[in-house]
C-alpha cells in the first residue's frame, strides 16, 4: 500500500519539519534538504516562505528553527544550518570566525525590513517616545511613567533575552551600548514581550512590527525637536523611522543549486510579497 507525504509544523518549537513518502518524485531518497535556524523576530516569516515555496517544489524539505540571531550565527559558524537568518548584522569577528573554520567568507543577504517598535498597552496614555527616554528606560535612569507624559506609575519595561539580534540591535542604537539596567524583565521570544505588555498598563517592551497585535506601538522621535514617526512601510523604507532595520540570510561562501533558487524565490515577487502577508516590509518592491 503506498504511504501519503506527511508535513508537520510545530509552531512552539519553532520548527518546520517535513516528512517524506515512498515512491515518486519527492522521496526520502529523492528530496533535497535546506536548514534556516536563527532569528525568533524572522521565525513566522521564515516559516510562511518555508511553507509556501515547499507546496510549490514538492522535491525540497526545508527545517526552519528559531532560538535567537545569536543561536542562528553559531549554528553558521560550526555548519549546523545552510541559512542563519538573523535581525541584526553579524559582527566582523563572528564573519572571521567562519571564515576561519568553514574556509570561506560569509555572504550577506537583506531579504526583508523592519521597524523595531516600541510596544505599550493599549490603555497607555503615553502618545511617542524620543530615543533618548527610552534609553533612560531601559539603562535604569528614568523609573516613572509621569517623567515621559504617563501617570505617575513604575514603569515595567521587558526585554529579549540576550542571544537575540533584537536585543543586540536596540543596545547598540538605542542604548548606544551603554548595559541595560538588572531590573530589566527578559522574556525568551518577541510574543511573549507582546503578551506581558498586553497584560500590564505600566508596561513596555520592543520587537519586530509584525508582532504588534493586542498592544500599540508607539511613534518614535529621533530626538527632542524631531516629529513622532510610525513604523511604516514608507517611513522603514526611507530610514525615516529611527529604528529601521534589515532582516538577513547569511550563508557560507556563495548559495548555489537549490539554496540559490530558493533564495531568489525569496527575493523575488512572491517572496517578498508574503513580507508584507506576515507584516514585515519588502526589500525588494519591484
Given at each position: 500500500?503506498?504511504?501519503?507525504?506527511?508535513?508537520w509544523f510545530l509552531l512552539a518549537g519553532?520548527?518546520?519539519?517535513?516528512?517524506?513518502?515512498?515512491?515518486?518524485?519527492?522521496?526520502?531518497?529523492?528530496?533535497?534538504?535546506?536548514?534556516i535556524k536563527g532569528s525568533d523576530t524572522?521565525?513566522?516569516?521564515?516559516?510562511?516562505?518555508?511553507?509556501?515555496?515547499?507546496?510549490?517544489?514538492?522535491?525540497?524539505?526545508?527545517?526552519?528553527?528559531?532560538?535567537?540571531?545569536?543561536?542562528?550565527?553559531?549554528?553558521?559558524?560550526?555548519?549546523?544550518?545552510?541559512?542563519?537568518?538573523?535581525?541584526?548584522?553579524?559582527?566582523?569577528?563572528?564573519?572571521?570566525?567562519?571564515?576561519?573554520?568553514?574556509?570561506?567568507?560569509?555572504?550577506?543577504?537583506?531579504?526583508?525590513?523592519?521597524?523595531?517598535?516600541?510596544?505599550?498597552?493599549?490603555?497607555?496614555?503615553?502618545?511617542?517616545?524620543?530615543?533618548?527616554?527610552?534609553?533612560?528606560?531601559?539603562?535604569?535612569?528614568?523609573?516613572?511613567?509621569?517623567?515621559?507624559?504617563?501617570?505617575?506609575?513604575?514603569?515595567?519595561?521587558?526585554?529579549?533575552?540576550?542571544?537575540?539580534?533584537?536585543?543586540?540591535?536596540?543596545?547598540?542604537?538605542?542604548?548606544?551600548?551603554?548595559?541595560?539596567?538588572?531590573?530589566?524583565?527578559?522574556?525568551?521570544?518577541?510574543?511573549?514581550?507582546?503578551?506581558?505588555?498586553?497584560?500590564?498598563?505600566?508596561?513596555?517592551?520592543?520587537?519586530?512590527?509584525?508582532?504588534?497585535?493586542?498592544?500599540?506601538?508607539?511613534?518614535?522621535?529621533?530626538?527632542?525637536?524631531?516629529?513622532?514617526?510610525?513604523?511604516?512601510?514608507?517611513?522603514?523604507?526611507?530610514?525615516?523611522?529611527?529604528?529601521?532595520?534589515?532582516?538577513?540570510?547569511?550563508?557560507?561562501?556563495?548559495?548555489a543549486g537549490d539554496l540559490k533558487t530558493?533564495?531568489?524565490?525569496?527575493?523575488?515577487?512572491?517572496?517578498?510579497?508574503?513580507?508584507?502577508?506576515?507584516?514585515?516590509?519588502?526589500?525588494?518592491?519591484?
Amino acid at each position: 500500500m503506498r504511504k501519503t507525504c506527511t508535513t508537520w509544523f510545530l509552531l512552539a518549537g519553532f520548527t518546520v519539519i517535513t516528512a517524506g513518502c515512498g515512491g515518486g518524485p519527492g522521496t526520502d531518497a529523492e528530496r533535497k534538504s535546506i536548514t534556516i535556524k536563527g532569528s525568533d523576530t524572522m521565525v513566522i516569516l521564515a516559516q510562511r516562505w518555508a511553507e509556501t515555496y515547499m507546496k510549490e517544489n514538492p522535491g525540497i524539505s526545508i527545517q526552519v528553527t528559531g532560538g535567537g540571531s545569536g543561536t542562528g550565527i553559531a549554528a553558521l559558524i560550526k555548519g549546523g544550518t545552510d541559512i542563519c537568518d538573523a535581525s541584526r548584522p553579524m559582527k566582523d569577528t563572528e564573519k572571521d570566525q567562519v571564515k576561519s573554520l568553514r574556509g570561506q567568507a560569509v555572504n550577506e543577504i537583506p531579504v526583508a525590513l523592519d521597524g523595531v517598535a516600541v510596544y505599550v498597552n493599549d490603555s497607555s496614555p503615553v502618545q511617542a517616545i524620543t530615543k533618548a527616554q527610552l534609553k533612560g528606560i531601559y539603562t535604569g535612569r528614568i523609573t516613572n511613567w509621569r517623567d515621559v507624559g504617563g501617570k505617575d506609575e513604575t514603569i515595567v519595561p521587558y526585554s529579549r533575552e540576550n542571544n537575540s539580534g533584537t536585543y543586540v540591535f536596540f543596545k547598540e542604537h538605542v542604548l548606544e551600548n551603554e548595559d541595560y539596567a538588572r531590573e530589566i524583565q527578559t522574556l525568551p521570544g518577541t510574543a511573549a514581550v507582546v503578551n506581558a505588555v498586553s497584560k500590564d498598563p505600566a508596561s513596555i517592551g520592543y520587537g519586530g512590527i509584525a508582532y504588534a497585535s493586542g498592544i500599540r506601538a508607539l511613534p518614535v522621535r529621533a530626538d527632542d525637536t524631531s516629529e513622532p514617526v510610525m513604523p511604516t512601510l514608507a517611513t522603514v523604507q526611507s530610514g525615516q523611522y529611527p529604528l529601521s532595520r534589515n532582516l538577513f540570510f547569511y550563508t557560507v561562501g556563495e548559495p548555489a543549486g537549490d539554496l540559490k533558487t530558493f533564495i531568489d524565490w525569496v527575493l523575488g515577487p512572491e517572496g517578498q510579497k508574503i513580507c508584507e502577508m506576515v507584516g514585515y516590509y519588502p526589500i525588494n518592491t519591484k
